[in-house]
């Protein structure tokens, strides 16, 4: 009995390990700004919401599994909240009983029994909410769900588990029989269901006659702990059975939860991106082998959680290149393009919705980011090592499927150096069989790979105007040789510079990259 | 088999063709020898793998008759074979088991108690007996100890006493089995029953009820009962009861004791006890095989001859040698007529006395039957094995030290014959290399008067050139770097300047060096 919300063959497990670069990727790609939106101070839901975006979905099928419940809840928006409430109302009365080590049978029958009464009431709502709505969801997880909520807790059933709970009271005693095993021991002892001859107990009370009757002396520590032990063994395979029953019920309570957590996450996460007015879309994962990354008006939702406004979204076409150069302008949203593309991968390999209008990615493996960092560190040298160890153990890692992202990586040095390092590194990688997204201010690398293999990649610059004013918005172009720190000096030093040269005359006349609307 | 009128039956033994085979009792010389050659160390192992059977009269006792050793060589060949193993290894778990029933049948408080456990100790012999006489046939054993069981076991299976005790055992235990009770269990006491047929399961139907809730996979096991060692003073009660309700069950318990109050053969019980010695031996092998360690099945004589001992190794420094995750180096020992004189000289701590010691384990182990540790080894039994190993304990007094080791060399040379495995290791090593030179010599001398086959470890160069008796071993070193012992020894004139010169290469004071230095 489990929910399955999550993936159709596995239970949500907060105990599998994240992947080792969880810590990059949280930092690098403020993934925690999205959790929080999702969680909206919930912090069961955060938990759950960081290690769904963390433990990404390769399987195209699992992923368009959780979008299915997705349009459902997206459909009935109060209907998984109430589940939601429902689950973790029973977790909490329930975990209430549970707490505390339990060592013998007879305390595990005795809690067993309690959470039993408890849940029964609990069932029972589920129950009548999941026959309600068996025939208005689609996706087969709530299908399926509600399906069997309503056939196995009907009230038949739930009448029987209220049978059996009751007996487990033992108000006339326990009633065992008994074969003879080595040593004339009993053994192969079977808990009958009741005394077969009538309270036995009132016969025991009054100083019996019978020589079948063996009273315990009050004062004998020795056989009254023997009586005990005789019970316990009596009680042991009940108490195997209604112990691994109890553990269940509340597993499946417990799961219910988390898993419910989740999906009413991406509704909270919705309502807040929706009322910005920016677009929101299901994405469409690519397993081809011709590597993908087609995206319109792609935002970063971090930015706009943030903010609490529209933040402009960016159109990337790279249909069957592995590598996306970026360059252009500083402060002119390349850092922010290549979060949104990070986050997007991995909502889009959680199975939620993207923040863009629409995207279509090639699934990774793994994702990994290298960022520049420290940058105002004066230690050059130190900090290129720094880099290179780093870069190492990342490469140490990848393999052919993963998605490297790398902002301003091997900036620490002078441009020639930092562009021959990059350019072997960018060029071995994606010759192994890994996507790079490469955000970089690094002219003589954007040039090299430009004149490498201008088909094998997609190049995009940061838009400047006309006036040296930043849109923040990415143009599809090959690179040009200056990083517009000029214009920043122009605006803060308001003189007139040089007149333009640098407009883009080449086009994208190759036909690798384009401004072309990506609709999928 | 013939059916002669109950004849007393033959002594039959495992270790023995017959009660004449049996030596006497190590003497000091003996023990001597056995401390001397670290046998009392393989005394102590084996006991170790057999605690409760005290194998130290067959280690410690040699055969001296060719024929008794190939008895027991046999019986080894035999039970090399894992199958023959495996069904002795079962046999001698069931007779542990036996053991332990029978002293439960004398110890036990409660009388049905007491009767039932002589019963389970009868059906564990006529179990084990007539699996053992099933297994011996199957597996077509070859060695006369084990063919001589064969047929006394069968014999014995066939007789009527053991028929009776076999049709009495199964009567009685089918008739205990059938007996069924209640108890009824309520804090003041407990009520014993009949079985009234009653057969539901509580257990089961509480798995059928919440069958939702009992995962397929495997549950965390809960703590078993707690259930005392013995039976306790209340169950003792409750089986009275028991036996009041089944009272012709249990007339037939008592009466099977009093018609087979001792049922095992001694030839049985004396079987378990010496193929202790075979299974403890072969385990300990078992591990130095394991590690590509050689042993082969010694070729005895008794005729003089010379000796042949390929590859051999100290058998308890091998142990010690594998745990520290090194091997101990083979060594060989060729002697053709009329060498019997074996010198050893060489390196320090290049392995003589090691060599000595294994000379003298591989005589003992063989005279005691076993395989010994080597390639191949072919040898004469000898009548006696004496040693005199220096002992640093027993160099506190020098004078007294001397007159000790003459005393007891003359007590060796008065019982030396030319039958006899003489290893002196570094006697006279108290005195002055004259003495040591003088005296050894006489000593050698009067063993070769003698004829004993005698290895005598030395320091001493000049005594290895003897005569065409004697043999010169040397304890070598790494021609590649001199200062490395091998453990090897070469038969070759002893010079021991090689190892010195190697020294004295290493520590710059060879004449070169020395003379080189002093010119500048």
């Not at chain 1, 977790?91 to 009983?97: A, D, M, N, T, Y």
């Not at chain 2, 798995?207 to 495997?218: I, R, S, V, Y």
């Not at chain 2, 707690?226 to 089986?239: G, N, P, V």
């Amino acid at each position: 009995m489990r929910p399955r919300l999550l993936h159709p063959d596995e239970d949500l497990d907060l105990d599998h390990p994240v992947p080792s670069n969880a810590h990059e990727l949280l930092r690098d790609l403020g993934l925690d700004d999205l959790v929080a939106g999702m969680a909206a101070g919930d912090t069961t839901i955060a938990e759950v919401a960081r290690h769904t975006l963390l433990t990404s979905l390769t399987d195209p099928a699992v992923i368009g599994y959780r979008q299915a419940v997705l349009r459902d809840a997206l459909a009935h928006p109060e209907l998984l909240r109430t589940l939601h409430r429902l689950a973790e109302g029973a977790l909490l009365r329930e975990q209430h009983v549970y707490h505390g080590l339990v060592s013998n049978p007879g305390s595990v029958l005795k809690r067993a029994t309690e959470v039993l009464e408890l849940a029964l009431e609990d069932l029972r709502r589920l129950r009548d909410l999941a026959a309600r709505y068996v025939d208005e969801v689609r996706s087969p997880a709530l299908t399926a769900l509600f399906t069997t909520l309503r056939d196995q807790f009907d009230e038949p059933a739930l009448a029987a588990f209220d049978a059996q709970v009751q007996q487990l009271r033992f108000r006339d005693g326990v009633v065992v029989s008994a074969r003879l095993g080595l040593g004339c021991r009993a053994t192969d002892l079977v808990l009958r269901a009741r005394p077969s001859r009538g309270p036995v107990l009132r016969r025991l009370l009054p100083p019996s006659r019978s020589s079948t009757v063996i009273r315990i002396d009050d004062a004998s520590d020795v056989d009254r702990r023997a009586l005990t032990d005789l019970r316990e063994q009596a009680l042991g395979d009940a108490a195997k059975v209604m112990g691994r029953v109890s553990d269940e019920v509340l597993r499946f309570l417990t799961l219910l939860h988390q898993e419910l957590g989740f999906y009413v996450g991406c509704l909270a996460l919705y309502d807040r991106l929706r009322v910005t007015g920016a677009p929101v879309c299901f994405p469409d994962p690519s397993t081809d082998a011709r590597p993908v990354l087609v995206a319109r008006e792609l935002y970063d939702p971090g930015l706009s959680l943030r903010t609490g406004g529209r933040v402009v979204g960016n159109d990337v076409a790279a249909d069957g290149v592995p590598l996306v150069m970026v360059t252009g302008a500083n402060q002119g949203g390349k850092s922010t393009f290549l979060r949104s593309v990070g986050l997007a991968q991995l909502m889009l390999q959680a199975g939620t919705f993207v923040a863009a209008g629409s995207f279509r990615a090639t699934v990774a493996t793994r994702l990994f980011t290298h960022v520049e960092r420290d940058e105002d560190t004066t230690l050059r040298s130190g900090r290129l090592d720094a880099e290179l160890r780093e870069m190492r153990a990342i490469d140490d890692q990848l393999a052919p499927g993963d998605l490297l992202l790398c902002n301003e990586s091997f900036s620490s040095t002078n441009e020639r150096e930092g562009s021959l390092l990059a350019h072997a590194i960018v060029r071995a990688h994606v010759e192994s069989g890994v996507r790079v997204v490469y955000v970089t201010h690094l002219f003589d690398l954007a040039r090299a790979l430009h004149e490498d293999a201008p088909a094998t990649t997609c190049f995009l610059r940061a838009e400047r105007r006309e006036d040296g004013t930043r849109t923040f918005k990415l143009l599809a172009g090959p690179p040009l040789p200056t990083s517009f720190g000029e214009d920043l000096y122009r605006r803060i030093f308001g003189e007139d510079g040089e007149p333009d040269r640098d407009r883009d005359g080449g086009g994208d006349g190759d036909g690798t990259a384009g401004l072309r609307s990506s609709a999928t | 088999m013939s059916s002669d009128p109950a004849p007393a039956p033959p002594a039959i033994s495992v270790l023995f063709r017959t009660a004449a085979d049996e030596p006497p009792p190590p003497d000091g010389l003996d023990r001597a020898a056995l401390e001397d050659l670290n046998l009392d160390q393989l005394v102590g192992v084996l006991a170790r793998r057999r605690p409760s059977y005290d194998l130290t009269p067959t280690v410690t006792r040699r055969l001296t008759d060719p024929d008794a050793v190939a008895y027991r060589q046999e019986v080894f060949r035999d039970l090399d074979r894992d199958d023959v193993r495996d069904a002795v290894d079962r046999f001698c778990a069931a007779m542990l088991r036996l053991r332990r029933f029978r002293s439960l049948a004398v110890s036990r408080q409660a009388p049905a108690e007491r009767r039932s456990w002589h019963l389970h100790a009868g059906r564990v012999y006529v179990e084990a007996v007539t699996r053992l006489v099933g297994d011996l046939a199957a597996l077509e054993v070859r060695s006369r100890g084990l063919t001589r069981l064969h047929g006394h076991l069968e014999q014995l299976l066939a007789s009527s006493p053991f028929r009776t005790l076999a049709a009495d055992t199964e009567r009685v235990h089918a008739a205990l089995g059938t007996v069924r009770y209640r108890l009824h269990l309520v804090p003041q006491g407990v009520e014993v029953l009949h079985d009234d047929g009653d057969e539901t399961d509580l257990t089961a139907a509480l798995a059928t009820t919440f069958a939702a809730f009992l995962p397929d996979e495997l549950p965390v096991p809960n703590p078993e009962p707690r259930r005392a060692a013995a039976m306790t003073h209340l169950e003792a009660q409750i089986l009275d009861r028991v036996a009041e309700l089944e009272p012709e069950t249990f007339a037939a318990l008592e009466g099977y004791v009093d018609d087979h109050p001792d049922p095992v053969d001694p030839a049985v019980l004396a079987f378990d006890r010496d193929v202790q010695f075979y299974l403890a031996y072969l385990e300990h092998v078992a591990t130095l095989r394991r590690a590509g360690l050689p042993f082969c099945e010694p070729i005895v004589t008794r005729a003089a001859g010379s000796p042949v001992l390929r590859e051999t190794f100290d058998l308890l420094l091998a142990d010690k040698l594998l745990t520290e995750g090194a091997r101990p180096v083979g060594n060989s020992l060729e002697l053709a007529d009329p060498e019997r004189l074996v010198v050893v000289t060489g390196a320090n701590q290049g392995g003589k006395t090691t060599f000595a010691r294994t000379l003298g384990q591989v005589y003992h182990l063989a005279s005691i039957g076993c395989p010994v540790p080597g390639r191949e080894v072919r040898l004469t039994l000898p009548d006696r094995v004496l040693t005199h190993f220096a002992r640093e304990e027993r160099l506190a007094d020098r004078h007294g030290r001397l007159q000790d080791d003459l005393l007891r060399m003359r007590v060796i040379l008065q019982t030396a014959s030319a039958d006899s495995l003489v290893i002196l290791n570094e006697l006279f090593r108290s005195t002055t290399i004259v003495d040591a030179q003088v005296l050894g010599r006489r000593i050698l001398d009067r063993l070769a008067g003698v004829g004993a086959l005698t290895v005598y470890v030395t320091f001493i160069d000049e005594l290895a050139a003897r005569g065409p008796d004697t043999v010169s071993l040397v304890a070598t070193v790494d021609p590649s770097d001199p200062a490395l012992r091998t453990f090897r020894l070469e038969r070759r004139p002893a010079d021991g300047r090689a190892h010195a010169a190697a020294l004295a290469e290493r520590h710059g004071l060879t004449y070169e060096a020395i003379r080189a230095r002093h010119r500048t």
